[in-house]
């Protein structure tokens, strides 16, 4: 297969000395490396069942032009305005008429009007002429219109609980509608205004929350109330003695245990409770290590 003339490809050379990344115009690769085996037309009758095969929708061999194309997409959006204005249901949606011109500005405008080209064999004027059949101007519409605005509260709140997941959300939420309407709205959805506040909302409340989380200190003394000499027969919590060893004196003070017992560990018994996970001698809160 040989490659068109102006056909060639960019390669990336890295500069040591710039440290920079060039692009670096390179030859056209022909060969076995580089250009798929194409294998030789088969020739005998054609075995294969027309029902599993796919439709052809679009040909570039026609005789319009672009200009001529366009021209039609202008008219099917047209046609596609004034096609809402006469529905009732279409009024109620879209009150307006930029909302309609702008519902029958979507791809599916787009790609109807495509269909009817390629299946009037690209004749501008049967083509243009099927856009109003016997019972009124062609009205073509997408998820987006179908669903009322209870279904789209509907799937918005469905969507906070289960995600994507669009199995569960058509069980419990919207069992009228198949698999394939809800993945067609839900990336129609995504390109909505609605869709984009709704995640600068729930930015901002991500940010509060980040906000409101407590980070205690993480001070080498974390813990400890000053130390000094303590009486061993004061009733209150800062006058009971070592947990472990009973003692009444040490330079610092530790709360250890149960925060409603108010037990204290002098700094020995403390560090020994850090390396060793228990205490020099047994405590009435529970056996440590003798």
Known sequence: MKPY?????????????????????????????????????LVGPDERRSEELEDLVYSPTHSLTDRQIDQFLVLCRSVGTFARALDCSSSVKQPSLHMSAAAASRDITLF?????????KYDLAAAVGSLVPQGGPLLCR??????????????????????????????????????ANLVEYYYMWKTTDRYVQQKRVKAVEAESKLKQVYIPSHGPKAGAVNGGPL?????????????????????????WGVAHTQCRLCQTCWIYWKKFGGLKYPSHLGTGHL
Not at 9 to 30: C, H, M, N, W
Request: hydrophobic content about 35%; some cysteine; proline content about 7%.
């Open 5 to 41: 003339k102006d056909t060639f490809f960019y390669s990336l050379v890295y500069d040591p000395q710039q440290k920079t990344i060039l692009a670096d115009k390179g030859e056209i690769r022909i060969g076995p490396r580089y250009q798929a085996d194409i294998p030789p037309l």
């Open 112 to 120: 109807q009007a495509m269909s009817i080209l390629h299946k009037h």
């Open 142 to 179: 997408d998820e987006m219109e179908e669903w009322s605005a209870s279904e789209a509260n509907l799937f918005e709140e469905a969507l906070d609980k289960y995600g994507k997941d669009f199995a569960d959300i058509r069980q419990d939420f919207l069992p009228w509608k198949s698999l």
């Open 231 to 255: 009486p061993t027969d004061a009733p209150s919590a800062t006058g009971r003695p070592c947990e472990s060893c009973n003692s009444a004196t040490s330079s610092q003070w530790y709360a």
